[in-house]
């Protein structure tokens, strides 16, 4: 069985532009959550879906933004890019409730310049 | 609000020494606990779990964890530390809301 698949691996973006990350959750599983990850603030929680509906939310600004799809798959956007954007973006897929179980993928490095 | 709070950075030890890396949480009801692991430039990797049962629990890769209701702990264990344990691990606490919480992470060294 195939893990969670996230693309692309590595992403430089210049600082004002937007950038689209996916995440292809692993087959059967219905829950994404989308984390990130930096030095200064460690592993912090942006969102999560289920059945293509938004669960919750982290506490970031509405310039990241994220959405589901109906085979689960499902991407992340971040506008207006900022050098503190930089990170390690994690995509986790979990069979239903995420709280019981969550895969998580190789991650997407998006460096800001 | 749920919090995992892991007081060691770093931490070096010998291969085929024990280890236990310790972790406090806060959480008003039972919670759900993870350990996590992560190779560098890697995604996190889950080695156990506890909801619910037997305070102890067993993971893969031969690590092993309890909880400690009274002292809102759940440290994780490993009676024999191999070089390839070398990473970082995470603990992690989620409750009725179905995000993860994590700890800032304990940086493991092996030495030879």
């Known amino acids: 069985k195939a893990g969670v698949t996230q693309t692309p691996r590595y992403l430089i973006k210049t600082r004002g532009q937007q950038v689209t990350l996916s995440c292809s959750p692993i087959s059967g599983h219905r829950s994404v959550s989308w984390y990130q990850q930096t030095p200064g603030q460690g592993l912090q929680f942006l969102f999560e879906y289920f059945s293509e509906t938004q669960r919750n939310k982290g506490n970031f600004p509405g310039r990241f933004s994220g959405r589901q799809f109906s085979n689960s798959r499902s991407e992340m956007n971040v506008s207006t890019l900022e050098l503190g954007d930089s990170a390690l973006y994690l995509c986790a897929s979990g069979p239903g409730v995420m709280n019981t179980e969550a895969f998580f993928g190789q991650g997407t490095r998006l460096t800001v310049v | ?112």
């Not at chain 2, 806060?26 to 049962?53: D, E």
């Not at chain 2, 390839?84 to 989620?94: I, K, M, P």
């Open chain 2, 1 to 112: 609000a749920q919090s995992v709070t892991q007081p060691d950075i770093h931490i070096t030890v010998s291969e085929g020494a024990s280890l236990e890396l310790r972790c406090n949480y806060s959480y008003g009801a039972t919670p759900y606990l993870f350990w996590y692991v992560q190779s560098p430039g890697q995604g996190l990797q889950l080695l156990l779990k506890y909801f619910s049962g037997d305070t102890l629990v067993q993971g893969i890769k031969g690590f092993e964890a309890e909880f400690k209701r009274s002292q809102s702990s759940f440290n994780l264990r490993k009676p024999s530390v191999h070089w390839s344990d070398a990473a970082e691990y995470f603990c992690a606490v989620s409750g009725t809301a179905s995000k993860l919480t994590f700890g800032t992470g304990t940086r493991l060294q092996v030495t030879l």
